[in-house]
C-alpha cells in the first residue's frame, strides 16, 4: 500500500520561510519523480515543483522560481521544499506526489493529503 505523507506546513508572516516534508513508502522511491502541488480555495490545484527520480532535473512555476526549491533523499525516501519569501498568495494547502516529472496532475499517481500553508500580511 503506497502512502504518501506531506508535514512541515503551518502559519507564518509574509517575507517568512517554510521547510515542507513528504515522505512515500510502499514504493521504489527512487523510481519515481515527486511533484508538489497546492490549491487555494476555490481555485484549481496548480503545479508548484517537480524533481526528476535523480535529482538531475527540476521544474519550477513561474510563481514561486526563486524562491522555492524542491530537493530530494532517496536514501530517505524524502522529498523536501523550501519556500522562502513568502507571501499571502501562497497561502493554501500543499500537496506532495509521486509519478512522472511533469505539470500535469494526471502525470502523477499516488498523492498526500495535503498540509495546510497559511501566509498573513
Known amino acids: 500500500q503506497v502512502q504518501v505523507v506531506e508535514s512541515g506546513g503551518g502559519e507564518v508572516q509574509a517575507g517568512g520561510s517554510l521547510r515542507l516534508s513528504c515522505t512515500a513508502s510502499?514504493?521504489?522511491?527512487?523510481?519515481?519523480?515527486m511533484g508538489w502541488f497546492r490549491q487555494a480555495p476555490g481555485k484549481e490545484r496548480e503545479f508548484i515543483a517537480a524533481i526528476s527520480r535523480g535529482s538531475s532535473s527540476t521544474l519550477y512555476a513561474e510563481s514561486v522560481k526563486g524562491r522555492f526549491t524542491i530537493s530530494r533523499d532517496n536514501a530517505k525516501n524524502m522529498v523536501y521544499l523550501q519556500m522562502n519569501s513568502l507571501k499571502p498568495e501562497d497561502t493554501a494547502v500543499y500537496y506532495c506526489a509521486a509519478g512522472s516529472i511533469a505539470t500535469r496532475t494526471n502525470a502523477y499517481d499516488y498523492w498526500g493529503q495535503g498540509t495546510q500553508v497559511t501566509v498573513s500580511s
Open positions: 510502499g514504493l521504489t522511491f527512487s523510481r519515481y519523480a
